[in-house]
């Protein structure tokens, strides 16, 4: 079982910036991606990044392109996301997940096995 904490979030005003932390726990990570993605009111979980294991392959939605950076901790096991010029559109709860499978620019939700519990991230318009 591998358990997920996120933490980070926060109000931030339009063209500002938040980092977003995620520690995973209980079990090896070896061989893991790990991933975001965001889920606004009424809307359909969407991803955001995806780093591999080694953290030297990243992958992201257009959306968040330029603006956004995934980065993986030195203990592998915590991933982080540096968002910048935050948008109004980018208000949402924000989940760090874990992809078994470390093939590259896997984006769909149903390829992660483990989830945490969200942190919400709102930037008012």
């Known amino acids: 079982q591998v358990q997920l904490v996120e933490s980070g979030g926060g109000l931030v005003q339009p063209g500002g910036s938040l980092r977003l932390s995620c520690a995973a726990s209980?079990?090896?990570?070896?061989?893991?991606?790990m991933g975001w993605f965001r889920q606004a009111p009424g809307k359909e979980r969407e991803f955001v990044a995806r780093?591999?294991?080694?953290?030297?392959?990243?992958y992201y939605a257009d959306s968040v392109k330029g603006r956004f950076t995934i980065s993986r901790g030195d203990a592998k096991n915590t991933v982080f996301l540096q968002m910048n010029n935050l948008r109004p559109e980018d208000t949402a709860v924000y989940y760090c997940?874990?992809?078994?499978?470390?093939?590259?620019?896997?984006?769909?939700?149903?390829?992660?096995?483990?989830w945490g519990q969200g942190t919400q991230v709102t930037v008012p318009s």
């Open positions: 209980g079990r090896a990570f070896n061989n893991l991606a």
């Open positions: 780093v591999s294991w080694s953290g030297h392959i990243t």
């Open positions: 997940a874990v992809d078994p499978n470390s093939a590259i620019g896997r984006s769909s939700a149903s390829y992660y096995a483990y």
